[in-house]
């Protein structure tokens, strides 16, 4: 039984390059056809789930869903949950997609946290990166999250966008401060395969900025962030005391969660399934009353080893040593290299990645897998 719920909507107005999430554009009728779809699931799923402390829904673009049809998905949550009176309830928005009335009801239906895909205050950068939205659409975002009462407010940046320069990011970064939030995602502009953006590096259109350029950019959001009052929490994730995303925590912890939703990923009972990414798919096997996953693996003592440590050292109070050896890891011994080079600390009875560590993290998670012989 778990306490959280992840419900994806894979609608967004236009793909942007460098996305790998499932997202198609946006079709009114086919949007509303998947919410009646999601309501079926969710019943299905409802002896999976107790009361529940998160509800995160993601895409997509969650904001484009229009309100009457969030309600009924909102009536569909209440009918077959029930939550906890501190619940936190996450919508993702994409800015341009806000209004007034709509984030006005999104309160009234119970959502305390909003998270923004602002990106970058840049426009030539929003530009790059194939957004929708101006800077100025995000500003006005933001006022009318902030207007609405929703203190618990998030923003997303992005870095190492190609033709940006350490002045334009320090300008995002210093602006995202300035609107107040209480939480920051500052993620490193990966391309991905099967993107445009990897296409265009691939045929020379388009150039990525140096590594050194990007680990000047990660370094000045952790000093800038940390300097303004945000814990530096996990590798990409800044939060003022008391709002870290307890839906993500969840999920570094390894604790249990279901996800509703073409695509959406949940892991009960030691299994980590995934439903069909086809969203006309997922329609038909829901209104023929069948759960639509497509994969399901049972997570053997290996990966779930494998997870603890992945997942475990993304946040930066990293894992316990205690629980590494209820997995019989001898991690001190394991890490005396690794520590000895400053890539890992550990602190607390905890193992930590360092400063060093951190913007180099995946390369170190790899070397401790091999000191600790997994495969
Ligand atoms: S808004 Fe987000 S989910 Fe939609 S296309 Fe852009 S990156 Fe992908």
Not at 100 to 125: K, P, T, W
Not at 333 to 347: F, G, P, S, V
Request: with cysteine; net charge negative; hydrophobic share 35%.
């Amino acid at each position: 039984m778990t306490e959280f719920l992840y419900i994806h909507f894979p609608f967004c107005i236009k793909k942007c390059i460098y996305c790998d999430f499932l997202s198609v554009p946006y079709d009114k009728s086919l949007a509303s056809k998947y919410i009646d779809a999601l309501c079926l699931e969710l019943r299905m799923r409802k002896h999976s789930v107790s009361k529940l402390k998160a509800i995160y829904i993601g895409g997509g673009t969650p904001s484009l869903l229009p309100v009457e049809r969030f309600k009924h998905l909102f009536e569909c949550v209440r009918n077959n949950f029930c939550w906890s009176p501190s619940i936190e309830i996450t919508v993702e928005a994409n800015p341009g997609t806000i209004s007034e009335s709509n984030v006005n009801e999104l309160v009234s239906l119970g959502v305390n946290r909003m998270s923004i895909g602002v990106q970058s205050f840049n426009d030539a950068e929003l530009k790059t990166l194939g957004r929708v939205h101006s800077s100025e659409d995000a500003e006005r975002a933001i006022h009318t999250v902030k207007n609405a009462g929703v203190r618990n407010l998030s923003l997303d940046l992005i870095y190492g966008i190609p033709g940006q320069t350490i002045e334009t990011w320090k300008a995002s970064a210093s602006e995202a401060v300035a609107f107040s939030p209480c939480h920051i995602s500052s993620y490193e502009l990966t391309p991905e395969k099967n993107t445009p953006l990897y296409k265009s590096i691939e045929t020379h259109q388009i150039k990525m900025p140096d590594e050194e350029l990007v680990l000047e950019m990660y370094a000045h959001a952790i000093q800038y962030f940390t300097n303004n009052g945000f814990e530096h929490y996990e590798i990409s994730n800044f939060a003022l005391p008391e709002f870290r995303c307890i839906h993500n925590l969840n999920y570094w912890e390894r604790g249990e969660y279901i996800g509703a939703g073409a695509g959406a990923h949940s892991f009960i009972n030691d299994v980590r399934s995934r439903n069909t990414q086809d969203i006309h798919q997922y329609i038909e096997m829901l209104n023929m009353g069948l759960i639509p996953e497509v994969e399901s693996t049972k997570i053997d003592k290996a990966d779930a080893i494998k997870e603890f440590l992945f997942l475990g050292l993304r946040k930066t109070e990293g894992i316990s040593l205690a629980q590494a050896e209820d997995f019989g890891l001898n991690i001190p011994d394991a890490c005396t290299e690794l520590i000895e080079e400053d890539y890992l600390r550990i602190k607390n009875k905890n193992l930590r990645l360092t400063k060093k560590g951190l913007p180099v993290s995946n390369s170190v998670i790899v070397s401790l897998f091999e000191k600790l012989e997994i495969r």
